[in-house]
């Protein structure tokens, strides 16, 4: 009852909520950011004459930063619940369902809003823009790499565009997948009302977008030189467009941590009645390991970046030899997220195209235990393979042999992801449709990326081979070949429940083509100059590389053209493409079973299963 | 691997799709093999120590372990798509087949790649090994190198100092690798060895350069502005010719 009053007595009044919104964010954030900016030079002593030359700016840089992201997730409305749960009086239900986004229409995009379907879009959005930028710095790094000379681009914003793209495309692929489908679709998929968590799911997408603002200003004051990978003590020298990479990456770990946390929670505690372990879609238990697999490698790179600051900003020394310390600490740090992060990657990417594959070939998921059993596998060694990228680091020759052994044992789980797929489509009824084709695309790109893999491996051979062009095309035959592979076929397939719209079929195609042929003809060419001696990220290079690094820049734009025609086939279905029904693919997973415009709280009445979803096939078991 | 059907049915290799499979896995794994063999062999620099020949032998044998594999998936997609396909908008009548596991296939599946995972390992252990000890010569040449943006220095034991590297051909040597700066990775391209610069810590790597002639040392790893333009050149030349450039830059050394 006292709920009720209080409903009634905030309801005539406007409730600060419904006053807060991106652009109060924006306000906010500004304001936030240049108010400490003007304290922090107003009140922070003058450096003595030992201390290192931007060490005082470093200082003003990361506080005005930090000033920014306070100022903006307050402006967001994230504070707001928190501070009257702290009041002792939480939100009325009629500012839960203003929260909620009911009744909103276009507006509650712009908005702290909890309805996970709304996130799910607002990460679809990110993710295109994420793309765009960074689609758009791998067209110039290619354009500056089409002659040996390089030329064009000074020195210093070529390695900035380099990092930047390196990062941008990290993050982008991280939430290709799981941002928005493991949103949108799989609380639906489970048959679940919402995620576990509302609110911090609305934190871990403003989370995202307060994060790439400092990585933009870094732009500005002199980007962000050192490759994605920031390796100390190089980062310890670069200017102060580090200070960006630093925060953008702090704000995205705590990003990813939050989503972990909830997306884990969601699926262990409120899956239908009737779906156990055994009957739970496969691509649940792919957007399951990757944020699992993120939950213990994002904490690690969150410190590796708060250390890299105080060495910046405070002159501590934990990765600076003169005071102590070692960039062998950070290689560590780093790795130790940066190789379960590949597999945050590229799981569920692959576990979509799992999900996808019994649909269009109309027969059972082949092996689903293997699928299972594969995915965990491959989860449980990543976190054990971290020093394969620092085999000639020269930090510890006798752990290359061990790290070789755990490296090359992660080829068992990841056939058997094989597996399962080629054992889904031997005899299965091919309808021929774009993710159809994504899945084939999937196999010969991730078998490519998989077999250079076991190259790069091998101690020897990587002695060679690290450092190298090689590498660089074989990271992308993973990440792009496979993940983006899965990805966009995620898109084309759950479009018509996201959009109530069909992708236009025409569209779909030209771009599945473009992206493929361009995507191999480019890195085939980056394998050829790996092999022949030219090393990663340099902005000139021998002239004998040079028709080989055409070849790719002429792929490259081909990839471009492929994902412009994609972007453009998603604002066209989306807004005049033919109405969809409610289960076009004659699917079996409970995402289907809800119409368009999907309701609230998605069910009227919470459905129960009773088998699992891929129960295709003329004899039925 | 073509026990992918029921093993229950009698004479499932005799099944039509399954003879097209087989035939196309022999194919595609020929193909796969020597394409795959003939493009990193092409494309990789000529040798010019026993190491990097150990590496192109290595990946020739990697590639020709791979195609089977490679080859059995890329058969399996090519009899799938050359068989019946739908289009349209609705979908096709539910499949025939409706294996949901095969125990068997998946047993047999997990042993193969464990073995070949093995196999890799083997291999590229005993090439470790041999390399290892490589670093340990005391009969070998030692050459100090150091890194700093964006030039290397070497080294030698007289007291002789370079920016070109200077080695004699088939005599072993052991390279002594640091930074001043930041981190650097000494590459010498056709010799197939690699090692990181790190400041403040020096790192060890050998080689026996088996030809004379001009070969490139490139840096690995981002190192700055200038990371693009960290090379220089290694002189591999006859002992003789060694033993005189050696003495002469001593000379100068002394002399100055």
Known sequence: MTTLTQHKAVAPGKSIIEKLNVFTALALGVISAIVVWRLSLAFLPEESESARLFSREDKITLLSMCGWFVGFMTGIGALVGPFRWLMGKDLSHSENMFLAGENMGPKRYLRYTTDHKVVGIQYLFITILIFFLGGGMAMLIRTNLGTPEGGWLHPQAYNSIVGTHGILMIVGTIIMVTGPFGNFIMPIMIGARDMAFPRLNALSFWLIVAAAVPLIWGQFIGGITTGWSAYNPLAGQAPLGMDGYIMYICIFALSTMVAGANITTTVVKMRAKGMTWNRTPIFIYGVVASVALALPAFPVFFLSQILSAFDRALDTSFYNVAGGGSGWLYENLFWIMGHPEVYVILIPAVAALMEMAPVFTRRPLFSFNVAVLGIAGISGLSVLVWAHHMYISGWAPLLNAPFMLTTELISIPTGMLFLVLVGTLWRGRIWMTMPLMSIMALLWNFMIGGVTGIYLSDVPADAFLHGSMYVTAHFHYTLMGAGLTGALASLVYWFPKMTGRMFDKRLSWISFWMVQIGFNVAFIGMFMVGLAGQPRRVEAYAPTFNTANLVTTIGAYTIMIGMLVLLHGVISSARNGVKAPKNPWQAKTLEWTVDYPIPLENFDVLPVVTSDAYGYGKAKS | ?256
């Not at chain 2, 059995?72 to 396909?85: E, F, G, Y």
């Not at chain 2, 690995?220 to 050696?246: F, I, N, P, R």
């Open chain 2, 1 to 256: 691997m073509t026990n992918l059907m029921t093993p229950k049915s009698p004479q499932w290799w005799k099944k039509d799709d399954v003879k097209k499979t087989f035939i196309l896995w022999i194919l595609c794994t020929a193909v796969i093999g020597y394409v795959g063999v003939e493009f990193h062999v092409r494309n990789m620099v000529d040798p010019a120590s026993e190491t990097m020949s150990g590496v192109i032998s290595l990946m020739r044998v990697f590639t020709w372990a791979a195609a089977p594999v490679a080859g059995l998936v890329s058969a399996i997609c090519l009899t799938v798509l050359t068989s019946k396909r739908h289009y349209g908008d609705n979908p096709p009548a539910e499949a025939d087949h409706e294996i949901r596991n095969s125990p068997k296939t998946a047993a047999v599946w997990v042993v193969v790649s464990g073995i070949m995972c093995l196999f890799a390992l083997v291999a590229g252990l005993i090439v470790l090994q041999h390399d290892n000890e490589a670093v340990l010569d005391s009969q070998a040449i030692q050459v100090n190198v150091t890194g700093q943006q964006w030039v290397w220095n070497f080294d030698y034991a007289n007291g002789a100092r370079s920016e070109d590297l200077y080695l004699p051909v088939n005599k072993p040597v052991v390279f002594h690798i640091t930074s001043v700066d930041v981190k650097h990775s000494f590459w010498v391209v056709q010799m197939g060895i690699k090692m990181d610069a790190n400041p403040g810590y020096t790192t060890e790597t050998a080689v026996t350069p088996n030809k004379i002639g001009v070969f490139d040392v490139r840096c690995a790893e981002l190192c700055g502005l200038l990371h693009a333009y960290m090379q220089t050149k290694v002189h591999v030349v006859s002992q003789a010719d060694y033993d005189a450039w050696l003495s002469a830059h001593a000379a100068t050394e002394a002399g100055a």
